[in-house]
């Protein structure tokens, strides 16, 4: 187990342990094809971990990359945590973020207009594609984006904020070198073999959502709005969720393209500081469809080593 700087979750999470969720997947997009199969090592890993997650691998002809932290004592538990796969969906959390941090909040009560080819193009559009006669405010938008997965809704979104090469910016200055924001929806789904665009690692989103949580980048309020929209997100039910120890709650965004599943989530247990966790996974076949166990077990398996590790 490696240690990184801790810090406590515990009072902006407060309330968020009594919120519920409900949904199922959106549909799948675009295939993208897998990452690499070499094996990881086993560094920061009990050898019993590390030979369940390479053996859910090769159930499921996947590979995966799974990055935890807990919050209060800094230990965390990681597989596969610098390779590379496409984030999808989940970087919608991570716009939610920056919407937060760079536009103010009366700004966030403007009223935005689209049209109903726009919201079509961009595809999963449960949200936007019934309002484009009244529109939403980008607070409505970065919600939509984040509890429903709206692509019409991310991509205004970064429109606001200034763009894919913002939001890539604004990763960069929490410390994310790794991640790379080119594309909007749909096509961030569509990851050209030997491409790093539209990427990153569980490790760099673990660090990233620390950071965006930690009380350094969002006010309190902001953090835990960006906290209660994870934690009613309406895709999320069959992964780190359906994957986490009866009692625990988690707030999550997740994604899925082709072949690839993810989800980030904070988890928190009860009367224990939180856990953020990144899985990452994808099919080895690229026109394979993505699979919910796969990254449920993955998280089952860590989030049970870690929990035994700082208990």
């Not at 409505?140 to 763009?163: C, H, K």
């Not at 120890?245 to 899925?256: E, L, M, R, Y």
């Amino acid at each position: 187990m490696r240690r990184t700087p801790a810090f406590s979750l515990c009072c902006l999470l407060a309330g968020f342990a009594l919120a519920g969720c409900v949904g199922a997947p959106p549909p799948a997009a675009e295939s993208a094809p897998a990452s690499p199969t070499a094996r990881a090592t086993t560094t920061d890993l009990d050898e019993l971990v590390a030979d369940e997650l390479a053996a859910l691998e090769q159930e499921y002809d996947a590979t995966v990359g799974v990055m935890a932290v807990d919050t209060g004592t800094g230990e965390s538990v990681s597989y596969g945590e610098d390779r590379r796969f496409g984030f999808a969906s989940t970087i919608k959390a991570f716009a939610a973020a920056v919407f937060l941090q760079s536009v103010p909040g009366a700004a966030r009560d403007e009223i935005v207009h689209w049209t109903a080819e726009e919201a079509a193009a961009a595809g999963h559009a449960p949200v936007t594609s019934q309002h484009v006669e009244d529109g939403l405010t980008y607070a409505q938008l970065a919600e939509a984006a984040v509890r429903v997965s709206d692509n019409a809704a991310l991509n205004l979104i970064v429109d606001r904020i200034g763009g894919s090469a913002a939001l890539d910016d604004a990763l960069a200055e929490l410390g994310d070198a790794t991640t790379e924001v080119v594309n909007d929806e749909p096509t961030l789904n569509t990851i050209e073999p030997g491409s790093t665009d539209d990427t990153t690692t569980a490790a760099a989103f673990t660090a990233s959502l620390t950071r965006i949580l930690d009380g350094s980048t969002l006010s309190a309020a902001d953090a835990a709005l960006l906290v209660d929209w994870m934690s009613d997100n309406r895709t999320g039910d069959a992964l780190i969720r359906s994957g986490a120890p009866a009692g625990w709650t988690v707030a999550d965004k997740s994604g899925g393209a082709g072949p690839i599943r993810n989800d980030i989530a904070v988890v928190t247990r009860p009367g224990q500081d939180p856990i953020i966790i990144t899985v990452l996974t994808s099919r080895n076949d690229p026109h394979a469809d993505f699979d919910d166990t796969l990254v449920a077990s993955a998280a089952s398996i860590t989030l049970h080593a870690l929990d035994r590790s700082t208990s």
